[in-house]
């Protein structure tokens, strides 16, 4: 039934360590989003895949790097992992510029 | 910067009063979306207004959108305690579908 799933829930790791995050869609939709969302819950987009072609890259450090497999899936991946990189990351999707439906997030800790 | 700006932060209310948010923002809008947050949960879509509408009522919820001001507020009428989440407004420009947040306006409705 989920509609935007995201795995891991959690996700705990050293600094220095390479970590992905999956993400996917049931719902049919065309463009998914990575959101990331810090300390002070706020939330600010990364990137955006439409039909499976990046539209959206923010000023994001390239150690991250989105990786859309099919329209129903956008992982991201995270290389030489920072301090600064723990937050909670969001997926979302949509039908074009409609509304969006977040996934349930995940949380990175980077110790 | 489109971002937008939430005003109360905070909010603290009684159950049964009526609660209002309000959001700024800076530049023009193809709609303008709320969404609420659960503390350590995604984040759900509550309604959206597009820029040529000025109200739309969603069962308990009120939004009115002021483009001349930049302004939208969210009206929760009698408030319930599973009400208390953090309140994120949400633009988009006129090229698409990336989403600017607020800083969200957290609100404690006490039983």
């Known amino acids: 039934d989920t509609a935007v799933s995201q795995t891991p829930k959690y996700l705990v790791t050293q600094m220095g360590n390479d970590k992905s995050i999956k993400c996917e869609q049931n719902?049919?939709?065309?463009?998914m989003y990575w959101y990331k969302q810090d300390s002070k819950k706020f939330l600010k987009i990364m990137f955006s895949?439409?039909?499976?072609?990046?539209?959206i890259n923010e000023t994001v450090p390239n150690r991250f790097s989105p990786k859309s497999p099919d329209k129903a899936h956008l992982n991201l991946h995270i290389n030489s992992l920072e301090l600064g990189d723990s937050a909670v990351y969001f997926c979302a999707s949509s039908q074009w510029a409609d509304t969006q439906y977040f996934g349930p997030g995940t949380r990175l800790t980077v110790l | 910067s489109q971002q937008g700006e939430e005003d109360p932060q905070a909010l603290s209310i009684q159950e049964g009063e009526n609660a209002t948010m309000n959001c700024s923002y800076k530049?023009?809008?193809?709609?303008l979306q709320w969404y609420r947050q659960n503390s350590g949960r995604g984040l759900v879509h509550l309604i959206l207004?597009?820029?040529?509408?000025r109200e739309k009522h969603s069962g308990r919820l009120r939004v009115t959108l002021d483009t001349s001001k930049k302004s939208s507020s969210l009206l929760i009428t009698a408030s319930r305690a599973a009400d208390t989440a953090s309140y994120f407004c949400?633009?988009?420009?006129?090229?698409?579908?990336?989403?600017?947040f607020g800083e969200g306006t957290q609100l404690t409705v006490n039983p």
């Open positions: 207004i597009r820029s040529n509408e």
């Open positions: 530049t023009s809008i193809n709609n």
């Open positions: 895949y439409n039909n499976k072609e990046l539209i």
């Open positions: 949400a633009t988009d420009g006129t090229s698409g579908s990336r989403l600017t």
């Open positions: 719902l049919g939709h065309d463009t």
